[in-house]
């Protein structure tokens, strides 16, 4: 058994919910003590020994977590952080406002990084960097004309210098989310033997651990020989559980390629594995799995870091993902691939096929209320028991498409490198980040929301500007279907709109309340390119009289990534 313990020297813990940056997190995940654990190794050196021991702790199974329970009897999570106004740190009291150049900067800075991971020709690249380079060149000479002595002082030049008295600065609206809990120390507990040794060796590491999350979040860290008293603990039960970020195998070196990638200054992306935990004491009930598309393994191909794919064109990925894999697919192409029936002649046009085939999954970053939306993985979904010959012929044709280096061409022109596929198992441990790995998409909850719009297969007797009441009556006996047909209960209550209820994600075209005109919009789902066969297309969310497991993808434009929900947000029972 390996517990460590981290107090709060300042009994108060600031860090941000990866969900909802206004509220706080609590416990802290298990992820950020592993994130600080790094930092420090690599802080002192990265000596092998040490990084050796990190890669051990990182394999074991998710912790079992010791903390105040924050949430009353009714499951209410800690408050949302209010917005204080405070002066900004923006004044300028030089005679030449560099924010401009240090912007651009980090835009070559990007693209430098962008066409590195992609594979072009090294002229470009010398290009780019040579752009770089005199990006930093002309910053630093404007910076040392700026700073030196004897610079002009015209009026323009005593108003930016008082700029800097903190009362001639404009306030800026900035939340600081924070805890603090009755008792200032958190327990997480492994039960899995530990050799003495390296026991002395990892209070070694968390001993030069000064601070979690926040700067201002103080903490002293060691292992002690208490076993832990759990208030949560991995499993999930539908109802009362939540999402902790936890680590696995892989996740240190993919910190420490990030951070050769941002170097402390570009934007990040912290890897971790989504993990569903329950409170102690409350066992998992027996809930439903989908077994439906999206229910087996996945094969995910990552966009590169801060490329992604506008969430309009989830059906324009799919498409042209599945063409790919067919043009580098052996003959003859199988129904499993093409999705379509075999053909009895060659160039016989047929219809869908009926048996259950591969779908192409696009995954947008709704990680958190502040994501982007973009289009940040492809996921290959391979259904329950696919035949070894089918998976194989897929597998080829992934392959000698990696041979070309995974280059992805969309209607219109625009053309996206791919990074090299990941195979994803359900109850595996990930390698892939948030949202690009199938545990995030494979939670257990009661209610759901839809990600990418869910395409009905048959069109509901209702007007598309009709009352809510009236639409969601009209909708629930197809919805029902969908859910059977995917392995899962009826439901118990819809709620259908244009309009999802994931801020990033754009409505869909065609209904009430989309917005301003020239809104990035999702297109109603045609099958084929045939204007004429459009299915009725909405957002939905969807709530269960039990907790059901993902992954959920719905409708007619399941094979397409279209109708992939995650569990609605907002809703702190359901995480």
Known sequence: MLTVEVR???????????????????????????????????????????????EWWE??????????????????????????????????????????????????????????REQVPEKRIRSAQRDLDKAWDKL?????????????????VLDSVLEVLPDNRDRQARQ????????????????????PQRVVELDGILGRIARLGHSASLVTCRVVPEAVQPVWIPGSDGSEGRTFRTVTRGVHEALVEEYARHGGVLDRNMPAVMTDYRRAGRPAPVTATATGVGAGEWIVLPLPSRVGIPPTRVVDVARAVRSALMSYADEPVGSFLSGHRDRAVPDERTGPATEPHLSVL???????????????????????????????????????WGDTGYRLLLPGGSAYTLEPAVRDRAGADPTVGRVASRSFWARTAQAWSSVTPVALDRHPKVNRRADFDTQNAALFPLVSTLCLRAGLPAPIEISASSVPVWPSVPPVAGGPGVGRPGRPVSPQYRVGHDPRRRRYTVHLSIRFAEPVTGPLVLGAGRYFGYGLMLPTPGVAADR
């Open 59 to 116: 394999s074991l199974a998710p912790p079992t977590i010791q903390c105040s329970d924050l949430a009353d009897s009714a499951g209410v999570r800690p408050a949302r952080a209010v917005d204080h106004y405070v002066r900004g740190n923006y004044a300028r009291s030089w005679t030449t406002d560099l924010h401009g150049q240090w912007d651009k900067l980090l835009e070559r800075a990007a693209k430098l990084d962008q066409l590195s």
């Open 176 to 195: 600081f989310p924070s805890v603090t809990p009755d008792d200032p120390v958190i327990r997480y507990g492994w039960d899995a033997p530990v050799d």
């Open 362 to 400: 696009s995954l947008p970053d709704v990680s958190h209320v502040h994501s982007s939306g973009q289009i940040r993985a492809v996921a290959l979904a391979l259904p329950l028991d696919a035949a070894d010959a089918d998976v194989a012929q897929t597998l080829a044709a992934l392959r000698a």
């Open 140 to 156: 630093r000479a404007d910076t040392a004309r700026a700073t030196a002595a004897g610079t002009g002082t015209t009026a323009a």
């Open 8 to 54: 709060l020297l300042g009994g108060r813990y600031r860090a941000s919910d990866f969900e909802d940056r206004a509220a706080p997190e609590w416990p802290p995940h298990p992820a950020r003590l592993f994130y600080a654990a790094v930092a420090a190794v690599h802080g002192a050196g990265g000596d092998p020994a040490e990084i050796e021991l990190l």
